[in-house]
C-alpha cells in the first residue's frame, strides 16, 4: 500500500530515541498518522513543525496499518506562525479540532481552508473571523451545521439576528425579540451576504455561538472539554481586533485633516 499527497502538519508524538509518529491533514485521506524514521534528527525537525506543507508519501503492507512516511518540505511556515499568539494557539486549536473528526476520513474543503487560514494567521486582526468559520465548517462536517441563511420563523432573509439554540438556525430580529434573552447573538459578519468585517464585540459573540455548540453536540457527549488552545486563540484574537479598531480610530482623523 502506498500513496503520495500533500499534507500539513499537525502534530508529532516521540516514539523511541529517533523516530516519532507524525499526525497529517491531507487533502484525499483525510487525518492520517504515519511513523517517521529520523524524525527527532537535525534535518527532519524542522521540516516536522506543526503548519509546515510537506510532500508526504506513505507506505504500509496494509492498509489498516500505522505504515511510515517519508516527507520532503514544500512550505515551511512554522517559524513565521510562531511570532504572533494568535499564530501559536491558533495552529494547535485547529489541530484539535481536525481530532475531533475520524483519521482517514476525507475532507478536501477543511484540508483547503487549513491552508488558506494557516498562511493568513500572521495577521492578527484577521485571524479570528477565520477560525469561527473553521469551527463552523467543523460542525457542519460532524453533522451539526448552522442554518444562517434564513429566518426559522418566517423564512426571511434579511436582518438575521438571533440564533435559536434549539435548532442552529437563524431568526430575524424582529421575530426573535421576544425571547432574546434565551437565543444566541447571530454576529453581523456572519448573516449570509454580509460584508463588514468583525469586530471586538461581534467576534466575541461568535465564538460563544460556535462554542455553545460544540460543547452541547461534540464536547459534552464524548466527555471531553474543550482544547485550552482555543480559549488562548479567543483572547488574543480578541484583544488584536481590539488594538485594530484603537489605530484605525487614530488614524482616521489625520487623514480627514489632509483630505
Request: hydrophobic share 50%.
Amino acid at each position: 500500500m502506498q500513496w503520495q499527497d500533500h499534507a500539513i502538519i499537525l502534530g508529532v508524538k516521540r516514539l523511541g530515541e529517533n523516530s516519532v509518529i507524525a499526525e497529517v491533514m491531507t487533502r484525499a485521506r483525510g487525518r492520517h498518522m504515519g511513523l517517521v524514521r529520523s524524525g527527532r534528527s537535525r534535518a527532519m525537525q524542522p521540516v516536522l513543525q506543526a503548519g509546515n506543507l510537506v510532500e508526504a508519501t506513505w507506505r504500509a503492507r496494509l492498509h489498516e496499518h500505522l505504515g511510515e512516511f517519508r516527507m520532503e518540505p514544500v512550505t515551511l511556515r512554522a517559524a513565521r506562525l510562531m511570532e504572533t499568539a494568535t499564530s501559536v494557539y491558533g495552529v494547535q486549536a485547529m489541530a484539535a479540532l481536525l481530532r475531533l473528526l475520524p483519521e482517514r476520513d476525507p475532507h478536501p474543503h477543511l484540508y483547503d481552508a487549513l491552508d488558506v487560514i494557516l498562511e493568513n494567521l500572521q495577521n492578527p486582526a484577521d485571524a479570528g473571523e477565520l477560525f469561527v468559520r473553521f469551527e463552523l465548517a467543523v460542525l457542519n462536517d460532524l453533522g451539526f451545521g448552522l442554518d444562517l441563511t434564513e429566518c426559522a420563523a418566517t423564512g426571511v432573509r434579511e436582518d438575521l439576528a438571533f440564533v435559536s439554540p434549539k435548532s442552529g438556525r437563524a431568526v430575524c430580529r424582529a421575530a426573535g425579540m421576544p425571547w432574546a434573552d434565551k437565543m444566541l447573538v447571530l454576529p453581523s459578519f456572519l448573516a449570509a451576504g454580509a460584508m463588514a468585517a468583525a469586530d471586538r464585540e461581534s467576534l466575541a459573540a461568535a465564538f460563544r455561538l460556535t462554542g455553545f455548540f460544540l460543547h452541547r453536540h461534540v464536547y459534552e457527549p464524548r466527555g471531553i472539554e474543550i482544547a485550552v488552545a482555543r480559549d488562548g486563540f479567543m483572547q488574543a484574537a480578541l484583544k488584536a481586533v481590539a488594538v485594530a479598531s484603537l489605530d484605525d480610530a487614530a488614524v482616521s482623523p489625520s487623514l480627514l485633516a489632509k483630505g
